[in-house]
């Protein structure tokens, strides 16, 4: 079904967009990536011989508008957000024009050409588990209410909102993904907990866990994540009836913060380094997991990696980008 189509993926540079790109060029895509930064140790250069790079920012509307009509694009995956949340509490308002005015421009730009004949078959748009904020009932299902407290938080309630107000609204083909914490090859966030273990242990260092240890989450593996994105637009272009909803992509096992930096010191051999825990991270919710019973009734996807197999494939690509990293 995305074979020869045309597909944006923003943020194409990023943790997950690499993954998602790969997958789409295995399906026969031809696919435009769009980012702001370049990084080095990206994933995203291993493509570059097999699809288009964009370097545009989404905040700007004269660019952002021009990558969808110049490349008459069909589908568009739209992952560019700012994604680190101290850097979110710290200075809000940069990641609020990334991740919110970022997410109405994208829509905005879809919209038009849309009404001006463009053939834009589907919008998928990377929310996030922390757009629920903090909920009573767990685990969270789709229906929960987008409460989002803190900044980064905020900023992922309201571009979840913008854009399913774009399908309501305008009738445009859009689904969301609510995404548990992502882990594996490619992130460069040395501040999220998995690379920043792994990179500690490869240094000889004990792992630093800001918090106390205890609050619990999702992880799930980076590719079974792009699949899910995948499989969402696949459906998206011959049921429409999923338009306008939101999907959670979960492994259905969270684990405490402790849990996961002791697996992966396990499969590192190096349970001598005991974690140092600092317990002074602030505005954490304690426990934050999804249900992704409706990914899986719906649309048939299952994630493919258990916990440990992923922490494993992780490890061997940090080892193996060591030496680009240090740099």
Known sequence: MLSRKNILVTGCAGFLGPWVC?????????????????????????????????????????????????????????????????????????TFASNIQGTWQIMEAARRLRDSGQNIEALIVASSDKAYGDQEKLPYLEDAPMQGRFPYDVSKSCADLIARSYSQSF??????????????????????????????????????????????????YVQDAARANIAIGTRMIGDTTIHGQAFNISNDAPV???????????????????????????????????????MRTTLGWAPEFELEDGLARAITWYREQAAVLAK
């Open 256 to 294: 405490s913060v402790l849990t996961m930096v002791e697996k992966i010191l396990n499969l590192m051999g190096r349970g001598d380094l005991a974690p140092v825990v600092e317990g002074k991270a602030s505005r954490e919710i304690q426990a934050q997991y999804l249900s992704s019973e409706k």
């Open 22 to 94: 790969e997958l789409l060029l295995d399906l026969g895509a031809n696919v435009v990536g769009l980012d702001r930064e370049y990084p080095k140790a990206s994933r995203i250069h291993a493509l570059k011989d097999r699809m288009k790079f964009l370097d545009v920012d989404i905040e700007h509307w004269e660019p952002t508008f021009a990558s969808l009509a110049d490349n008459d694009i069909n589908i568009v995956f739209h992952l560019a957000a700012q994604a680190i949340v101290g850097v979110a509490n710290n200075n809000p308002m940069p």
């Open 171 to 220: 009738a445009l083909p859009v689904c969301v993904t609510r995404c548990g914490n992502l882990y594996g090859g490619g992130d460069l966030n040395a501040s999220r907990i998995v690379p920043g273990t792994i990179l500690s242990v490869l240094s000889g260092d004990n792992p630093i866990i800001r918090s106390d240890g205890t609050p619990v989450r999702d992880y799930i």
